[in-house]
């Protein structure tokens, strides 16, 4: 299934992976040799492609007739797809879903082939050698969709609160593929009350957004400890008879800033929260459903309230998790601390928008999102880069100006850009990178934050901290690596955070170990990233039961505000 709801009564749906497709290197030792890749899947998962970086092939076929719509919800990180040998599609970034409409097919087999590029270079302004694997895959699922003239693209749907009850708002966006005008009705359901049915007319090839409203009263509040959730269901009618529909899940709430705290419906967040990366030594960052939710189970386990898609937009099934188990998100588009000069590459502001564009319009429902995140540990101490932060957060402004937005600081006293999001927040590393006692370092940032800059009186997040632990290396000296070290520093870490009277909670770097790219070996023992509270495999580090017994004595702040 697309979601982890059903998401079409009326539109056929088929899903193309989930089984195996051809795939064919192009490059090396192998290339042009045809082998067989069950689907979605990381290619460095296969025996001989563990190091694989370029271009490959990947190619099934299916039968359609008509209209058709191909959504790929991640190739990473870069897809030319043909259509019985055709380009009908180009697509950037691994992590967020692009969709591809094509006419008048003929009855039959119809062949598909997409190039996965995962090259560093030029190109490539976000996927760069980094703190993280970027893998090479048809990475999350494919869907092939029969669509008749005119289509149902997205539905969003804003709750805000009048009076004792609310206010759904909903846009819901149409396309009409076909080069003749479509007349056609749309009829909408919100949380079970019925909207008034509206009459459009597509002109050819339009794509129009349709605004609508209504009023609910006795609702049920998506919250942490009891996150409801509700339907949107869209259909399109032509003489009677409805021909597509789209059907999407929200939940009541509404997140706000008053002075230093964020609040949902009225009530103050405190996060106590892990960053995590999409990897596992199985799967590479193609993890199917069931990985997903053992991650969720360990995080319930650990008593974090939240997650951070660290560093990119993560696949949709994870976040309708994190919608049902009520853990909040922090969603952040794709960079991870790029120099000045690497956001002055020609391709890194429209593929940063692109990729801020494409995550909001997919996740926008998502009731567990209650922030947007940028530009992690990136410019944001140079002139240059501060434009660039202004621009992806005015972008943000204007296609959901509902939730706060931040970006994760590492530039300490010289952050230029505090002044231009509601939240501020940092990744500190005391007692790993430095040896400063915790508590002192954030007092002394937090009181700069407060004197000197224009970040003050805003919430403040602790977006990072941690320290490295290679799984079952016990060490009497407690020293660097070993497990003692890591829970001991995150004993200091935690306390010192979620005790402060100024701090709206904390991330953990991170949930579980990461391969890096093999570029960042020299710091990296085992070429990963060893902070996780859990390695790559899961199995819990010392530091998983310190974390779980502070999360537990941290408890505060859930009065209302
Ligand atoms: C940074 C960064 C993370 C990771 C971490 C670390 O803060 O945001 O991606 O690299 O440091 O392990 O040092």
Known sequence: ?????????????????????????????????AQQFMTPCCWETHPGFENYRGKAEFSTSFYAKGNI?????????????????????????????????????ADGAHSLKVLVDNGFGEDSALHVPNDYQTYGGIIRPVYLENINSSYIRYCHVTTVRKGEGWTVKLSVCLKNVTGGKDACVLKIKAAGSEIKPVEVCLDAFEERVVYAETECTGVSLWSEECPALYFAECELEKNGTAFDDLRERFGFREVSIKGRDILMNGKKLFIKGFCRHEDHPM???????????????????????????????????????????????????????????????????LQAEDCIREMITAHFNHP????????????????????????????????????????????????????????????????????????????????????????????????????????????????????????????KQLTAVLSSPYCSGVYIWQFCDVRISDEWWYSRPRTMNNKGVVDEYRRPKLSFETVKRIFKEYSRNTDRA
């Open 368 to 491: 567990s999102i209650y922030i947007w995140g940028i530009l992690n540990e990136c410019a944001s101490d140079s002139e240059y880069g501060r434009e660039c932060y202004k621009k992806q957060y005015d972008l943000i402004a204007e296609i959901d100006p509902t939730r706060p937005r931040s970006s994760a600081s590492c530039k300490f006293k010289t952050d230029i850009c505090l002044d231009l999001p509601e939240v501020v927040s940092y990744n500190i590393y005391p007692q790993w990178y430095h040896d400063t006692p915790v508590r002192e370092y954030l007092d002394d940032l937090h009181e700069w934050v407060e004197k000197d800059t224009q970040g003050a009186g805003k919430p403040f997040l602790i977006t990072e901290t941690g320290a490295g632990a290679i799984y079952g290396n016990r060490d009497v000296r407690h020293a660097k690596w070993s497990e003692e070290y890591q829970a001991e520093a995150l004993e």
């Open 283 to 349: 799967f590479g960052c193609a993890l199917p459903l069931e990985a997903m939710a053992g991650d969720i189970e360990l995080l319930k386990e650990l008593g974090a309230n939240s997650v951070r898609t660290s560093h990119y937009p993560n696949d949709e099934r994870f976040l309708d998790l994190c919608d049902e188990r009520g853990i909040l998100v922090w969603e952040e588009n794709h960079a991870r601390g790029l120099s000045e000069e690497q956001m002055k590459n020609p391709n890194f502001e």
């Open 69 to 105: 719509r191909l959504q790929f919800k991640g190739v990473s990180h870069t897809a030319t797809v043909f259509l019985d040998g055709a380009e009908i599609a180009r697509h950037y970034n691994a992590y967020t879903p692009f969709e591809v409409c094509a006419n008048d097919l």
């Open 1 to 33: 299934m697309e979601r982890l709801f059903k998401t079409h009564y009326i539109r056929n749906q088929e899903e193309l992976t989930g089984k195996y497709w051809d795939f064919v290197p192009c490059e090396g030792e192998k290339t042009g040799e």
